[in-house]
Protein backbone atom coordinates (compact mmCIF):
# COMPACT_ATOMS: atom_id res chain seq x y z
CA UNK A 1 0.00 0.00 0.00
CA UNK A 2 1.23 3.70 -0.54
CA UNK A 3 2.00 5.65 2.23
CA UNK A 4 -0.10 8.60 2.94
CA UNK A 5 0.55 11.72 4.56
CA UNK A 6 -1.37 10.99 8.18
CA UNK A 7 0.76 7.67 8.29
CA UNK A 8 3.22 7.92 11.15
CA UNK A 9 6.30 7.02 10.22
CA UNK A 10 8.18 4.54 12.62
CA UNK A 11 11.94 5.40 11.80
CA UNK A 12 14.63 6.69 13.59
CA UNK A 13 16.72 10.30 12.91
CA UNK A 14 20.39 10.00 11.59
CA UNK A 15 22.85 9.06 13.86
CA UNK A 16 24.50 12.68 13.47
CA UNK A 17 20.92 14.04 14.09
CA UNK A 18 21.03 16.72 17.32
CA UNK A 19 18.56 17.21 19.61
CA UNK A 20 18.21 20.60 21.74
CA UNK A 21 15.18 22.83 23.66
CA UNK A 22 15.36 26.58 23.68
CA UNK A 23 14.96 29.84 25.45
CA UNK A 24 15.56 33.70 25.20
CA UNK A 25 17.20 36.02 27.77
CA UNK A 26 14.35 38.54 28.20
CA UNK A 27 11.35 35.66 28.79
CA UNK A 28 13.91 33.65 31.64
CA UNK A 29 16.59 35.57 32.57
CA UNK A 30 15.07 37.89 35.33
CA UNK A 31 17.40 40.49 37.40
CA UNK A 32 16.32 43.32 35.10
CA UNK A 33 18.41 45.90 37.31
CA UNK A 34 20.92 44.07 38.86
CA UNK A 35 24.93 43.69 38.66
CA UNK A 36 24.75 46.55 36.38
CA UNK A 37 22.77 45.90 33.75
CA UNK A 38 21.60 48.46 31.29
CA UNK A 39 18.08 48.74 30.51
CA UNK A 40 16.28 46.90 27.65
CA UNK A 41 13.58 47.77 25.28
CA UNK A 42 11.46 45.26 27.31
CA UNK A 43 11.86 46.91 29.92
CA UNK A 44 11.10 50.18 28.77
CA UNK A 45 8.06 48.79 26.92
CA UNK A 46 6.39 46.27 30.31
CA UNK A 47 7.33 49.24 32.92
CA UNK A 48 5.48 51.22 30.30
CA UNK A 49 2.22 49.31 31.17
CA UNK A 50 -0.81 48.88 29.28
CA UNK A 51 1.63 46.57 26.47
CA UNK A 52 1.19 43.32 27.60
CA UNK A 53 -1.02 41.56 29.82
CA UNK A 54 -1.89 42.34 33.22
CA UNK A 55 0.76 44.88 32.73
CA UNK A 56 2.86 42.02 33.68
CA UNK A 57 7.28 42.21 33.48
CA UNK A 58 10.06 39.73 33.36
CA UNK A 59 11.15 41.62 35.74
CA UNK A 60 12.01 38.11 37.22
CA UNK A 61 10.71 35.76 35.03
CA UNK A 62 12.03 32.09 35.74
CA UNK A 63 14.84 33.87 37.65
CA UNK A 64 17.36 32.35 35.48
CA UNK A 65 20.32 34.74 36.52
CA UNK A 66 19.84 33.12 39.55
CA UNK A 67 18.97 29.62 38.97
CA UNK A 68 20.56 28.37 35.96
CA UNK A 69 22.30 25.67 37.54
CA UNK A 70 18.68 24.43 37.92
CA UNK A 71 17.93 25.09 34.11
CA UNK A 72 21.41 22.62 33.46
CA UNK A 73 20.02 19.82 35.85
CA UNK A 74 17.09 20.15 33.84
CA UNK A 75 18.84 20.05 30.37
CA UNK A 76 20.62 17.05 31.76
CA UNK A 77 17.85 14.97 32.68
CA UNK A 78 16.12 15.56 29.26
CA UNK A 79 19.51 14.43 27.95
CA UNK A 80 19.76 17.19 24.67
CA UNK A 81 22.58 17.19 22.73
CA UNK A 82 22.06 21.52 22.92
CA UNK A 83 20.77 24.09 24.76
CA UNK A 84 20.12 27.26 22.97
CA UNK A 85 19.49 30.59 24.89
CA UNK A 86 20.12 34.34 24.32
CA UNK A 87 22.44 36.97 25.40
CA UNK A 88 20.82 39.83 27.32
CA UNK A 89 22.71 42.72 25.49
CA UNK A 90 22.37 44.99 28.38
CA UNK A 91 23.64 42.52 30.59
CA UNK A 92 26.65 42.47 29.26
CA UNK A 93 27.03 46.34 27.22
CA UNK A 94 24.64 48.44 29.47
CA UNK A 95 24.46 51.09 26.97
CA UNK A 96 25.22 48.87 24.39
CA UNK A 97 28.44 49.91 23.17
CA UNK A 98 31.46 48.03 23.74
CA UNK A 99 33.49 50.37 25.10
CA UNK A 100 31.46 49.63 28.53
CA UNK A 101 31.56 46.47 29.14
CA UNK A 102 30.15 44.33 32.51
CA UNK A 103 31.93 42.33 34.38
CA UNK A 104 29.10 40.79 35.99
CA UNK A 105 27.49 40.19 32.89
CA UNK A 106 30.62 38.29 31.38
CA UNK A 107 30.84 36.10 34.56
CA UNK A 108 26.83 35.13 34.21
CA UNK A 109 27.44 33.90 30.51
CA UNK A 110 31.04 32.36 31.37
CA UNK A 111 29.17 30.13 34.33
CA UNK A 112 26.30 28.92 32.27
CA UNK A 113 28.56 28.22 29.27
CA UNK A 114 30.95 26.17 31.33
CA UNK A 115 28.10 24.50 33.40
CA UNK A 116 26.35 23.76 29.87
CA UNK A 117 29.74 22.00 28.87
CA UNK A 118 30.36 20.53 32.45
CA UNK A 119 26.98 18.76 31.49
CA UNK A 120 27.58 17.31 28.29
CA UNK A 121 25.27 19.60 26.65
CA UNK A 122 26.45 22.25 24.05
CA UNK A 123 25.35 25.81 24.22
CA UNK A 124 24.20 27.50 20.80
CA UNK A 125 24.07 31.38 21.37
CA UNK A 126 21.80 33.69 19.66
CA UNK A 127 23.13 37.22 19.46
CA UNK A 128 19.65 39.21 19.39
CA UNK A 129 16.39 37.76 20.60
CA UNK A 130 14.63 41.42 20.87
CA UNK A 131 16.34 42.97 23.91
CA UNK A 132 17.78 45.85 22.26
CA UNK A 133 19.53 48.24 24.95
CA UNK A 134 17.75 50.84 25.39
CA UNK A 135 20.10 53.40 24.82
CA UNK A 136 20.47 52.14 21.30
CA UNK A 137 17.10 52.35 21.01
CA UNK A 138 17.15 56.41 22.57
CA UNK A 139 19.64 56.58 19.34
CA UNK A 140 17.25 55.46 16.81
CA UNK A 141 17.32 51.78 17.44
CA UNK A 142 17.01 49.74 14.29
CA UNK A 143 15.87 52.43 12.57
CA UNK A 144 19.47 53.86 12.79
CA UNK A 145 22.32 52.74 10.13
CA UNK A 146 24.38 53.12 12.35
CA UNK A 147 23.36 49.97 14.11
CA UNK A 148 24.99 47.84 11.47
CA UNK A 149 28.15 48.43 12.35
CA UNK A 150 27.10 48.44 16.56
CA UNK A 151 26.28 44.86 16.09
CA UNK A 152 29.11 43.86 14.59
CA UNK A 153 31.25 45.38 17.35
CA UNK A 154 29.02 43.87 20.26
CA UNK A 155 28.99 40.09 17.80
CA UNK A 156 32.52 40.40 17.56
CA UNK A 157 32.35 41.17 21.06
CA UNK A 158 31.23 38.04 22.18
CA UNK A 159 33.08 35.70 19.60
CA UNK A 160 36.09 37.09 21.54
CA UNK A 161 34.90 36.45 25.08
CA UNK A 162 32.71 33.16 24.49
CA UNK A 163 33.71 31.99 21.25
CA UNK A 164 36.49 29.71 23.03
CA UNK A 165 33.39 27.76 23.65
CA UNK A 166 30.60 28.09 21.87
CA UNK A 167 30.74 26.71 18.59
CA UNK A 168 27.03 27.46 16.85
CA UNK A 169 26.45 31.48 16.64
CA UNK A 170 22.80 32.62 15.53
CA UNK A 171 22.86 36.62 14.74
CA UNK A 172 19.03 37.28 14.86
CA UNK A 173 16.05 35.44 15.89
CA UNK A 174 13.11 36.16 13.41
CA UNK A 175 13.34 39.64 12.28
CA UNK A 176 10.05 39.19 10.39
CA UNK A 177 8.65 39.18 13.88
CA UNK A 178 10.04 41.81 15.75
CA UNK A 179 10.21 44.14 12.86
CA UNK A 180 6.11 43.58 11.96
CA UNK A 181 5.47 43.37 15.82
CA UNK A 182 7.89 46.10 17.13
CA UNK A 183 7.65 48.41 13.97
CA UNK A 184 4.59 47.57 12.51
CA UNK A 185 1.98 46.71 14.66
CA UNK A 186 3.31 48.07 17.52
CA UNK A 187 2.39 45.16 20.03
CA UNK A 188 5.98 44.08 20.40
CA UNK A 189 8.68 46.89 22.08
CA UNK A 190 9.69 49.38 21.19
CA UNK A 191 5.99 49.44 20.51
CA UNK A 192 6.01 51.45 16.92
CA UNK A 193 3.39 51.08 14.39
CA UNK A 194 4.74 51.97 10.68
CA UNK A 195 3.27 49.05 8.77
CA UNK A 196 4.02 50.02 5.51
CA UNK A 197 7.50 52.12 5.68
CA UNK A 198 9.55 51.90 8.62
CA UNK A 199 9.07 47.99 8.54
CA UNK A 200 10.77 47.73 5.20
CA UNK A 201 13.68 49.88 6.01
CA UNK A 202 14.39 48.43 9.50
CA UNK A 203 14.68 44.67 7.77
CA UNK A 204 17.33 46.59 5.52
CA UNK A 205 19.27 47.33 8.66
CA UNK A 206 18.49 44.22 10.33
CA UNK A 207 19.98 42.31 7.08
CA UNK A 208 23.50 44.41 6.12
CA UNK A 209 23.71 43.94 10.35
CA UNK A 210 23.33 40.10 9.62
CA UNK A 211 25.75 40.03 7.41
CA UNK A 212 28.75 42.30 8.65
CA UNK A 213 28.37 39.87 12.01
CA UNK A 214 29.00 36.06 9.80
CA UNK A 215 31.62 38.31 7.26
CA UNK A 216 33.73 39.37 10.80
CA UNK A 217 32.84 35.67 12.14
CA UNK A 218 34.03 34.07 8.78
CA UNK A 219 37.05 36.12 8.69
CA UNK A 220 38.46 36.60 11.97
CA UNK A 221 37.05 33.87 14.28
CA UNK A 222 36.19 30.98 11.74
CA UNK A 223 40.04 30.21 11.44
CA UNK A 224 40.67 29.66 14.75
CA UNK A 225 37.29 28.95 16.53
CA UNK A 226 35.97 26.56 13.85
CA UNK A 227 32.21 27.28 14.50
CA UNK A 228 28.96 27.98 12.61
CA UNK A 229 27.00 31.27 12.52
CA UNK A 230 23.76 31.43 10.73
CA UNK A 231 20.57 33.59 10.98
CA UNK A 232 17.12 31.96 12.62
CA UNK A 233 13.71 33.18 10.37
CA UNK A 234 10.41 32.04 10.94
CA UNK A 235 7.55 31.20 8.95
CA UNK A 236 4.08 29.39 9.24
CA UNK A 237 3.45 27.11 6.34
CA UNK A 238 1.06 28.70 3.87
CA UNK A 239 -1.36 25.92 1.89
CA UNK A 240 -3.41 27.60 -0.70
CA UNK A 241 -7.23 27.54 0.29
CA UNK A 242 -8.43 26.09 -3.21
CA UNK A 243 -6.62 24.58 -6.09
CA UNK A 244 -7.44 27.92 -8.18
CA UNK A 245 -4.12 28.80 -9.68
CA UNK A 246 -4.67 32.20 -8.32
CA UNK A 247 -4.54 30.76 -4.30
CA UNK A 248 -1.54 28.62 -5.04
CA UNK A 249 0.29 32.23 -6.70
CA UNK A 250 -1.24 33.58 -3.19
CA UNK A 251 -0.02 31.41 -1.34
CA UNK A 252 3.55 31.24 -2.60
CA UNK A 253 3.42 35.21 -2.42
CA UNK A 254 2.46 34.81 1.49
CA UNK A 255 5.74 32.84 1.69
CA UNK A 256 7.67 35.01 -0.17
CA UNK A 257 6.53 38.25 1.76
CA UNK A 258 7.45 36.17 5.01
CA UNK A 259 10.40 34.23 4.75
CA UNK A 260 11.40 34.84 1.69
CA UNK A 261 12.05 38.97 2.73
CA UNK A 262 14.33 37.77 4.56
CA UNK A 263 15.43 34.49 2.83
CA UNK A 264 15.77 35.71 -0.83
CA UNK A 265 18.61 37.72 0.26
CA UNK A 266 20.98 35.23 2.03
CA UNK A 267 20.12 32.09 0.65
CA UNK A 268 18.26 32.72 -2.61
CA UNK A 269 18.80 34.78 -5.90
CA UNK A 270 20.04 37.39 -4.02
CA UNK A 271 18.09 40.72 -3.26
CA UNK A 272 13.91 40.88 -1.82
CA UNK A 273 12.01 38.38 -3.65
CA UNK A 274 10.96 39.73 -7.17
CA UNK A 275 7.33 39.49 -6.60
CA UNK A 276 7.97 41.54 -3.08
CA UNK A 277 9.56 44.16 -5.04
CA UNK A 278 6.79 44.63 -8.10
CA UNK A 279 3.80 44.60 -5.37
CA UNK A 280 5.34 47.09 -3.27
CA UNK A 281 6.34 49.82 -6.45
CA UNK A 282 2.50 49.34 -7.85
CA UNK A 283 1.07 49.70 -4.22
CA UNK A 284 3.32 52.62 -3.61
CA UNK A 285 3.05 54.58 -6.58
CA UNK A 286 -1.25 53.94 -5.85
CA UNK A 287 -0.58 54.92 -2.85
CA UNK A 288 1.03 58.28 -3.87
CA UNK A 289 4.31 57.64 -3.31
CA UNK A 290 7.35 58.83 -5.85
CA UNK A 291 9.29 55.58 -5.27
CA UNK A 292 9.07 51.76 -3.41
CA UNK A 293 8.16 51.91 0.33
CA UNK A 294 10.75 48.72 -0.49
CA UNK A 295 14.54 50.36 0.08
CA UNK A 296 17.22 48.57 -2.78
CA UNK A 297 20.11 46.95 -2.50
CA UNK A 298 22.93 48.54 -4.36
CA UNK A 299 24.97 45.54 -6.40
CA UNK A 300 27.84 45.42 -3.54
CA UNK A 301 25.07 45.10 -0.49
CA UNK A 302 23.02 42.66 -2.33
CA UNK A 303 26.65 40.26 -2.47
CA UNK A 304 28.10 41.48 0.64
CA UNK A 305 24.87 39.86 2.17
CA UNK A 306 24.51 36.80 -0.01
CA UNK A 307 25.57 33.75 1.24
CA UNK A 308 25.64 34.74 4.78
CA UNK A 309 24.45 31.87 6.72
CA UNK A 310 26.39 28.63 7.85
CA UNK A 311 22.55 26.90 7.49
CA UNK A 312 19.09 27.71 7.17
CA UNK A 313 17.74 28.14 11.09
CA UNK A 314 13.92 27.42 10.89
CA UNK A 315 11.78 28.46 13.71
CA UNK A 316 7.74 27.13 12.87
CA UNK A 317 5.16 26.65 14.47
CA UNK A 318 2.05 26.59 12.85
CA UNK A 319 -0.11 26.89 9.33
CA UNK A 320 -2.85 29.17 7.68
CA UNK A 321 -5.07 28.72 4.38
CA UNK A 322 -4.24 31.56 1.97
CA UNK A 323 -6.49 33.23 -0.80
CA UNK A 324 -6.28 35.31 -3.55
CA UNK A 325 -7.27 39.14 -2.87
CA UNK A 326 -6.94 42.22 -4.38
CA UNK A 327 -6.92 44.83 -1.40
CA UNK A 328 -6.65 48.19 -2.32
CA UNK A 329 -5.96 50.40 0.25
CA UNK A 330 -4.82 54.43 0.73
CA UNK A 331 -2.54 52.56 4.20
CA UNK A 332 0.52 51.58 3.51
CA UNK A 333 0.92 48.24 5.34
CA UNK A 334 3.10 45.04 4.86
CA UNK A 335 -0.29 43.07 4.97
CA UNK A 336 -2.17 44.83 2.49
CA UNK A 337 1.30 44.74 0.15
CA UNK A 338 0.64 40.89 -0.12
CA UNK A 339 -3.01 41.42 -1.39
CA UNK A 340 -4.01 38.22 0.18
CA UNK A 341 -6.93 36.49 2.72
CA UNK A 342 -5.52 34.30 5.34
CA UNK A 343 -7.93 31.62 6.32
CA UNK A 344 -8.48 28.67 8.96
CA UNK A 345 -9.83 25.67 9.05
CA UNK A 346 -11.99 25.30 11.35
CA UNK A 347 -11.82 21.39 12.50
CA UNK A 348 -7.78 21.98 13.04
CA UNK A 349 -6.93 21.22 16.78
CA UNK A 350 -5.67 24.48 18.00
CA UNK A 351 -4.24 26.43 21.00
CA UNK A 352 -4.23 30.03 21.01
CA UNK A 353 -3.04 31.41 17.76
CA UNK A 354 -1.51 27.66 17.16
CA UNK A 355 -3.26 24.91 14.86
CA UNK A 356 -2.12 22.00 14.41
CA UNK A 357 -1.32 21.00 11.41
CA UNK A 358 2.18 18.34 11.59
CA UNK A 359 2.43 18.10 7.89
CA UNK A 360 2.23 21.60 7.70
CA UNK A 361 6.27 21.23 8.96
CA UNK A 362 7.44 19.01 6.15
CA UNK A 363 5.53 20.81 3.21
CA UNK A 364 7.58 23.53 4.25
CA UNK A 365 10.83 21.98 4.95
CA UNK A 366 9.96 20.58 1.60
CA UNK A 367 9.62 24.16 0.01
CA UNK A 368 12.64 25.51 1.46
CA UNK A 369 14.70 23.06 0.39
CA UNK A 370 13.04 23.34 -3.65
CA UNK A 371 13.53 27.24 -3.10
CA UNK A 372 17.13 27.87 -1.43
CA UNK A 373 19.00 23.91 -3.46
CA UNK A 374 18.61 21.97 -0.15
CA UNK A 375 20.35 23.90 2.94
CA UNK A 376 21.66 22.34 5.96
CA UNK A 377 18.67 23.49 8.06
CA UNK A 378 18.43 23.34 11.91
CA UNK A 379 15.01 23.56 13.41
CA UNK A 380 15.25 26.22 16.06
CA UNK A 381 12.10 26.92 17.51
CA UNK A 382 9.37 24.62 17.52
CA UNK A 383 6.28 23.90 20.16
CA UNK A 384 2.78 24.32 21.28
CA UNK A 385 0.81 26.46 23.66
CA UNK A 386 -1.58 26.22 26.31
CA UNK A 387 -3.13 28.63 28.94
CA UNK A 388 -3.33 26.28 32.11
CA UNK A 389 -1.33 25.33 34.10
CA UNK A 390 -1.04 20.79 33.68
CA UNK A 391 1.48 19.08 33.94
CA UNK A 392 -0.61 15.98 32.32
CA UNK A 393 -0.02 17.96 28.44
CA UNK A 394 -1.05 15.14 26.18
CA UNK A 395 -1.77 17.88 23.75
CA UNK A 396 1.74 19.13 23.56
CA UNK A 397 2.94 15.68 23.45
CA UNK A 398 0.89 14.94 20.71
CA UNK A 399 2.04 18.04 18.93
CA UNK A 400 5.68 16.96 19.46
CA UNK A 401 5.00 13.52 18.17
CA UNK A 402 3.51 14.42 15.32
CA UNK A 403 5.57 17.00 14.27
CA UNK A 404 8.81 15.61 15.12
CA UNK A 405 7.32 12.57 12.81
CA UNK A 406 7.35 15.00 10.15
CA UNK A 407 10.55 16.37 10.03
CA UNK A 408 11.08 12.29 9.67
CA UNK A 409 9.55 12.05 6.74
CA UNK A 410 10.86 15.06 5.33
CA UNK A 411 14.63 14.00 5.81
CA UNK A 412 13.74 10.00 5.17
CA UNK A 413 10.94 10.37 2.69
CA UNK A 414 12.04 13.53 0.99
CA UNK A 415 15.54 13.99 1.08
CA UNK A 416 15.36 17.27 3.29
CA UNK A 417 18.66 18.05 4.35
CA UNK A 418 17.37 18.68 8.41
CA UNK A 419 20.18 18.66 10.88
CA UNK A 420 18.76 19.25 14.34
CA UNK A 421 15.68 20.01 16.30
CA UNK A 422 14.74 22.50 18.76
CA UNK A 423 11.75 22.50 21.22
CA UNK A 424 10.52 25.46 22.31
CA UNK A 425 11.15 25.49 25.53
CA UNK A 426 12.72 24.53 28.30
CA UNK A 427 10.61 26.35 30.71
CA UNK A 428 7.02 27.99 31.16
CA UNK A 429 8.53 31.57 30.71
CA UNK A 430 7.61 35.39 29.87
CA UNK A 431 5.42 34.81 26.53
CA UNK A 432 5.99 38.51 25.37
CA UNK A 433 2.65 40.28 24.84
CA UNK A 434 0.81 37.48 26.79
CA UNK A 435 3.42 36.92 29.26
CA UNK A 436 2.88 34.67 31.97
CA UNK A 437 -0.96 33.72 30.89
CA UNK A 438 0.33 31.73 27.69
CA UNK A 439 2.75 28.53 28.67
CA UNK A 440 5.07 26.65 26.53
CA UNK A 441 6.96 25.05 28.55
CA UNK A 442 8.07 21.34 28.97
CA UNK A 443 8.56 22.56 32.52
CA UNK A 444 5.78 23.89 34.91
CA UNK A 445 7.07 26.86 36.63
CA UNK A 446 5.54 28.27 39.29
CA UNK A 447 5.78 32.22 39.18
CA UNK A 448 3.30 32.78 42.76
CA UNK A 449 6.82 30.84 44.06
CA UNK A 450 9.54 33.04 44.78
CA UNK A 451 11.80 30.20 44.12
CA UNK A 452 10.29 29.69 40.69
CA UNK A 453 10.18 25.82 41.29
CA UNK A 454 10.06 23.99 37.73
CA UNK A 455 8.33 20.58 37.20
CA UNK A 456 8.72 17.96 34.07
CA UNK A 457 5.48 18.17 32.38
CA UNK A 458 3.98 14.62 30.45
CA UNK A 459 5.81 16.66 27.27
CA UNK A 460 9.64 16.54 29.63
CA UNK A 461 9.18 13.24 29.25
CA UNK A 462 8.28 12.37 25.76
CA UNK A 463 11.07 14.59 24.78
CA UNK A 464 13.23 12.93 26.91
CA UNK A 465 12.49 9.38 25.65
CA UNK A 466 12.74 10.70 21.72
CA UNK A 467 16.18 12.08 22.29
CA UNK A 468 16.81 8.70 24.00
CA UNK A 469 15.56 6.57 21.01
CA UNK A 470 16.43 9.62 18.26
CA UNK A 471 13.31 8.96 16.75
CA UNK A 472 10.75 6.32 16.74
CA UNK A 473 12.02 2.62 16.50
CA UNK A 474 9.48 0.47 14.92
CA UNK A 475 7.00 -0.35 17.91
CA UNK A 476 7.51 -4.24 19.37
CA UNK A 477 3.52 -4.83 19.63
CA UNK A 478 1.41 -3.41 17.19
CA UNK A 479 -0.16 -0.12 18.87
CA UNK A 480 -3.14 2.21 18.12
CA UNK A 481 -2.70 4.65 15.36
CA UNK A 482 -3.03 8.22 16.14
CA UNK A 483 -3.87 9.57 12.95
CA UNK A 484 -2.85 13.36 11.69
CA UNK A 485 -5.69 15.43 11.11
CA UNK A 486 -5.58 15.69 6.71
C1 LIG B 1 8.70 32.78 18.74
O1 LIG B 1 7.97 33.83 18.26
C2 LIG B 1 9.78 33.41 19.56
O2 LIG B 1 11.06 33.25 18.98
C3 LIG B 1 9.79 33.00 20.99
O3 LIG B 1 10.50 33.93 21.73
C4 LIG B 1 8.36 32.84 21.45
O4 LIG B 1 8.28 32.63 22.82
C5 LIG B 1 7.81 31.66 20.69
O5 LIG B 1 7.89 31.84 19.33
C6 LIG B 1 6.36 31.35 21.04
O6 LIG B 1 5.51 32.38 20.66
O7 LIG B 1 -2.36 35.76 18.46
O8 LIG B 1 -2.56 36.89 16.37
O9 LIG B 1 -1.60 38.04 18.25
C7 LIG B 1 6.71 33.59 17.71
C8 LIG B 1 6.12 34.94 17.38
C9 LIG B 1 4.51 36.49 18.02
C10 LIG B 1 3.87 34.60 16.75
C11 LIG B 1 3.10 36.71 18.44
C12 LIG B 1 2.44 34.79 17.16
C13 LIG B 1 0.83 36.35 18.05
C14 LIG B 1 -0.22 36.20 17.00
N1 LIG B 1 4.76 35.09 17.77
N2 LIG B 1 2.17 36.16 17.46
S1 LIG B 1 -1.79 36.77 17.58
Same mark, same amino acid.
Given at each position: AVATRADFLYDTFPDYFQWGVATASYQIEGAWNVDGKGDSIWDTYTHAGGNVVKNETGDIACDSYNKYEDDVQLLQDLGVNFYRFSLSWARLLPTGRVDQPNQAGIDYYNSLIDALLAAGVEPMVTLYHWDLPQELDDQGGWENEDMVQIFNEYAVFAFELFGDRVKSWITFNEPYVFITMGYGQGAHAPGLQSPGEKVYTVAHVVLKAHAEAWHSYNELFRPTQDGVIGITLDSEWKEPYSDDPEDIEAAERAIQFCLGWFANPIFGSGGYPTVMKEKILEKSLEQG? *???RLPEFTEEEENRIHGTSDFFGLNHYTTSLVQNADRPSLVPSYLNDRDIITRVNSTWDRSEWIFVVPWGLRSLLNWISDSYGNPNVIITENGMSDSNATLEDAHRVNYFRLYTNNVLKAIK????DVRSYTAWTLMDN? *????AYDVRFGLHHVDFEDPERPRTPKASAEFIRQLVADNGFPEPEAVIPEVLEPE
Open positions: Y *EESLDGCF *EWAF
